[in-house]
């Protein structure tokens, strides 16, 4: 039987690698991440995940979980939203980048259940919430299909699926883009974060990623019903959202 192959960046890899190789980029670039994340957006990230939230037409009570959430940006944000009566989940295969979000939402004064789990296998019951989101993780997961399929099923009736992640960027953009993704993040990240590798699969694992149609797509597929997004700095990054009707 052949062994099943998919994207590590530009490499095609083993299926079964892909997610240690992924595991050992973000342990080693947790505690130097969201220096480099405000570093290499020039802190625009913090606005795309204030939009994502703006569009998750989230209230007071919802329950909301984070997939892929990393250091708690996006929890952070949907905590205040959902206030006293609501819940925010935030989730992450990764034990190191889950730490540093715990200790940082501490540091706010924001206690919320901390799960570790793969987006591609979630331990929680159908129709549990009102919101799921994922930024900057799905490009990282294995199996997508089965990662949208999972955030589907979790999601109530009338509940909304938000997607932040890189995309594909306005054409006449992209020499210029392509220089700086491939010629200043990994200089950037090796003076930062000590690590050029994982700045160089930051880049390349963006030019793989579905574009912006076919992520739509993917998400219609999934079961999503009325998709729509929203491009980001002449998309850079797009918003995708979807519904469980
Ligand atoms: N959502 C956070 C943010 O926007 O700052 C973190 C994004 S970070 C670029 C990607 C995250 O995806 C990492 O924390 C990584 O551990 C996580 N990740 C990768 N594969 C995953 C998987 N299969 N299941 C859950 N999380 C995963």
Redesign the pocket.
């Known amino acids: 039987m052949t062994e099943k192959s998919t994207d590590f960046g530009y490499q095609r890899i083993p299926e079964d690698d892909k ?1 240690r190789r ?1 595991g050992d980029v ?1 342990k080693g670039v947790a505690s130097r991440y969201d220096l480099m ?1 405000d570093l290499m957006s020039a802190g625009l990230h913090r606005l795309w ?1 204030r939009y994502a939230v703006a569009q998750s037409l989230v209230g007071s009570g919802s329950r909301v979980l984070d ?5 708690g ?2 929890a952070r944000l949907f905590a205040h939203r959902v206030g006293a009566h609501g819940q925010v989940i935030l ?4 034990a190191s ?1 889950l730490a540093i979000g715990r200790d940082r939402l501490l540091d706010d004064g924001l206690v919320m259940p901390i799960v570790r789990c ?3 296998k979630l331990p929680f019951p159908v129709e549990h919430f009102d919101c799921v989101c994922v ?3 799905l490009r ?3 199996r997508k299909e089965a ?1 949208l399929a999972e955030m589907h099923r979790v999601l109530k009736a009338g509940g909304r699926l938000l997607v932040l992640e890189f995309s594909r960027v306005w054409r006449p953009l992209a020499p210029l883009y392509d220089a700086y993704s491939f010629q200043v993040l990994p200089r950037l990240g090796k003076l930062v974060a000590n690590d050029a590798e994982a700045y160089r699969y930051l880049a390349e694992s963006i030019r793989v990623h579905p574009d912006q149609e076919q992520l739509k797509q993917m998400m219609e597929d999934a079961g999503f019903e009325r998709v729509d997004y929203f491009n980001l700095a002449a998309g850079v990054v797009a918003l995708h959202r979807g519904y469980r009707l």
């Open positions: 997610s992924v973000f994340n995940k997939v892929a959430g990393g250091t940006d996006l989730t992450d295969v990764n980048m793969d987006g591609e930024a900057f993780g990282n997961m294995t990662a």
